[in-house]
């Protein structure tokens, strides 16, 4: 089975930039969607953006659409999530989800995926 491991998390002043990496261990993400989610403090956890890597279909929550890309990189085992123009409100536990099975109408729900890696925190703040 594939453990995601999620990296590149810290504070950053508002307007800037980060770049989140989920490495795949134990195996490759070929064949599965890998998904990003966050989970603010005291909310519940909401998804942000999915990849199938075959094909490359994407998918965005509209609160990051233009702002957030998620990307592949085949050949390092590494999905990536480019976060630009970031808010205060961006500020959350990030999460790196993956599974073989899901289909593209649950990609939402954080309850469908399988694997899920650590979390990273993204802290946006003057």
């Known amino acids: 089975q594939v453990q995601p491991v999620e990296s590149g998390g810290g504070s950053v002043q508002p307007g800037g930039s980060l770049r989140l990496s989920c490495a795949a261990s134990g195996r490759t993400f070929s064949g599965y969607t890998v998904a990003w989610f966050r989970q603010a403090s005291g909310k519940e956890r909401e998804f942000v953006a999915a990849?199938?890597?075959?094909?490359?279909?994407?998918d965005y929550a509209n609160s990051v659409k233009g702002r957030f890309t998620i990307s592949n990189d085949r050949a390092k085992n590494t999905v990536y999530l480019e976060m630009n123009s970031l808010k205060p409100e961006d500020t959350a536990v990030y999460y790196c989800a993956a599974d073989r099975q899901i289909i593209r109408s649950s990609w939402w729900g954080a309850q469908h995926y399988d694997y899920w890696g650590q979390g990273t925190q993204v802290t946006v703040s003057s």
């Open positions: 990849i199938k890597l075959s094909g490359g279909n994407t």
